[in-house]
């Protein structure tokens, strides 16, 4: 399955924007009554706005042209207790939606995260974390500043542009038709414009993912960078990044700001017709002094909604852009399904591969028609040549990818039957480059294993003991106290090893695979190792993969993995005199 996220060519359609906006406004239907709360404040608010020009072109044509200052008062009195009103309406919609809007951001961030706790490995391999940040930081905060800010107005000003377009045409038809003429130019400007905006934000959005994953990538590989020396190199890719951000960026910002000129210049084209036309009205006696001000007014309150939504729409598209991003990844499920449980292999051996063939997404085949079988409590090496399959093999034991086709089956069960919390207790595995936690040594031994996730420092201390680990926790300081900061101040690749290599074998697994868990760490500590190895339970079958022979003596049974295919070595002088072969050969 083909999860790469900047490849279009399998996402379908975008969604609309009233699809998408229907999408976002389920992640907060739970906060439906402070919704309508603020929508209610809304319209009141909106309502005001639209009822003050009509008080004030009534009080000119009754109380100031007649000179009758009691009622201009009492008038002025009524705009001020209008006006206090729509200040607490305006302070209390501005709070429910900001708080609706920061608890659809913690929401959000949410759901991708967890998202991406559900999609397996292939799609972390076709993405750069640096682009996830930015999608999980950068996108969803666009949407929580359009929810949180812009919409209010977006909706405030629809409500008042449509309520001053109302009062235009009941006040006299003619006129208003004629004011409201150019907002005909505006709409179909808007919508031959509008997806051209969108696509320049969603460039925009994507060259900074772009640049996020790149620094992220720098920076995580910044000792290799100063060790070759290669700080040009770096720098070049980094300013090439940043030059294609900042010519997004300027496309967007171009895109968002073509809205508001355009929007000025028919407004100010509409009160100059209202004017014109307006002032003819009253020469021929069809209109007062107090309706053309009024007139002018909703004009004014017609037109300035729209020149906001000029800005607000290019909120608005960013806003899109950010979900269509956000919304590739929530659309997104895994591949490693759980199917129903059959059991129709025999159970003769714990793990078995049946005609298994594998290719990752859009690449060549790694592995082609593999048939072996892994007993319980024996030992076995995967050795060959780099690039030839080990590490794939060994990833579909432990179900991190699935078979393009045959079948393997575990414990007499198709591996697939099995659930993650299932697979993860019958399965140990050891990674090349292991990764650790902020926190302890005791917190990463006990990360993910609920048989002891209550045990304190003391009780894991006695557990470690009994199972003969005391001597691996010595390399530390602190011993189990110590302590591991985001950067592993003071662990070495080899420390972390002997972590994992603890966290996996306190899980009591039915098979313990070991990708290269030696290659980082001194002979005392290798030695030590092979010791808690021979510990192990009796059931315990071990599958190691290493470069280096001595590693692999000792094997029940050797695999030679090359060229796609797996079959077995023979003797241990037998695979020794392959593996020097293979390196003659090539």
């Not at 309508?36 to 009080?59: D, E």
């Not at 007649?66 to 705009?79: A, D, E, R």
């Not at 696509?199 to 790149?214: C, F, P, T, V, Y």
């Amino acid at each position: 399955m083909n999860y790469n996220l900047h490849d279009e060519s399998g996402s379908g359609k975008r969604e609309s924007s009233m699809a998408a906006l229907k999408g976002i406004f389920g992640l907060v239907m739970h906060e439906r009554g402070k919704l309508i709360l603020a929508f209610l404040a809304m319209l009141m608010n909106s309502f005001l706005n639209l009822l003050s020009p009509f008080f004030i072109g009534y009080t000119i044509d009754h109380y100031v042209v007649t000179k009758q200052y009691p009622g201009v008062l009492l008038f002025s009195g009524i705009l001020l207790i209008m006006y206090l009103i729509l200040l607490l309406t305006s302070y209390l919609q501005t709070k429910l939606m900001g708080g609706v809007g920061q608890r659809l951001l913690f929401t959000l961030r949410n759901a991708v995260f967890n998202k991406l706790l559900q999609l397996p490995i292939a799609f972390f391999n076709q993405n750069k974390a640096g682009d996830l940040i930015s999608r999980i930081n950068n996108d969803t905060d666009k949407l929580n500043q359009f929810f949180s800010q812009a919409l209010t107005q977006f909706i405030s000003s629809m409500v008042i542009m449509f309520g001053a377009g109302v009062f235009l045409l009941i006040i006299n038809i003619q006129l208003g038709l004629a004011a409201l003429a150019p907002a005909l130019f505006i709409l179909i400007f808007t919508k031959v414009v509008s997806p051209w905006v969108k696509k320049r934000n969603a460039e925009s959005l994507r060259a900074a993912g772009d640049m996020s994953a790149e620094i992220q990538e720098s920076l995580g590989n910044f000792k290799v960078i100063i060790a070759f020396n290669r700080r040009d190199y770096y720098k070049k890719r980094f300013q090439e990044v940043n030059q294609q951000n900042y010519r997004t960026a300027f496309r967007a910002g171009l895109a968002n700001n073509i809205f508001l000129p355009i929007y000025s210049f028919f407004s100010s084209i509409a009160q100059l017709i209202v004017l014109t036309y307006g002032i003819y009205l009253i020469s021929v006696n069809e209109l007062t002094i107090g309706l053309l001000v009024s007139y002018l007014a909703y004009v004014v309150n017609f037109y300035n909604p729209l020149r906001q939504l000029a800005s607000l729409w290019s909120s608005f598209q960013v806003a899109m852009a950010g979900w269509d991003r956000i919304a590739r990844i929530l659309s997104l499920e895994t591949n490693l399904n759980v199917i129903p449980s059959t059991g129709t292999n025999s159970k003769d051996c714990l793990l078995e591969f049946n005609n298994v063939y594998f290719s990752y997404p859009n690449g060549k085949e790694i592995l082609h028609d593999i048939n072996f079988k892994l007993l319980r409590g024996k030992t076995y090496a995967l050795v060959g040549p780099t690039g030839g399959g080990k590490t794939t093999t060994a990833s579909l034991m432990a179900r991190l990818y699935d078979p393009t086709e045959g079948h393997v089956f575990l414990d007499g069960q198709d591996i697939r039957a099995y659930s993650s919390s299932e697979r993860s207790k019958k399965i140990g595995f050891i990674l090349q480059e292991p990764f650790l936690f902020t926190g302890t040594v005791g917190e990463n031994i006990l990360y993910g294993n609920e048989l002891y996730a209550t045990y304190d420092s003391t009780a894991l201390h006695e557990l470690i003991k009994d199972r003969g680990l005391e001597d691996l926790i010595a390399v530390f300081e602190s011993g189990l106290d110590t302590p591991i900061t985001s950067q592993e101040d003071g662990i070495s690749l080899g420390q972390k090893q002997v972590i994992a290599f603890i966290r996996a074998v306190l899980r009591n697994p039915d098979i313990l695979i070991l990708d290269e868990a030696t290659a980082n760490i001194d002979t005392i500590t290798e030695r030590l190792l092979e010791k808690i190895l021979r510990k192990l339970p009796a059931h315990t079958t071990l599958v190691i993969i290493a470069h280096r022979l001595n590693t692999i003596e000792n094997a029940d049974e050797i695999f030679f993995v090359n060229l796609g295919k797996v079959t077995p070595a023979g003797s241990f002088a037998e695979a020794v005199n392959r593996l020097l072969n293979d390196k003659k050969n090539s």
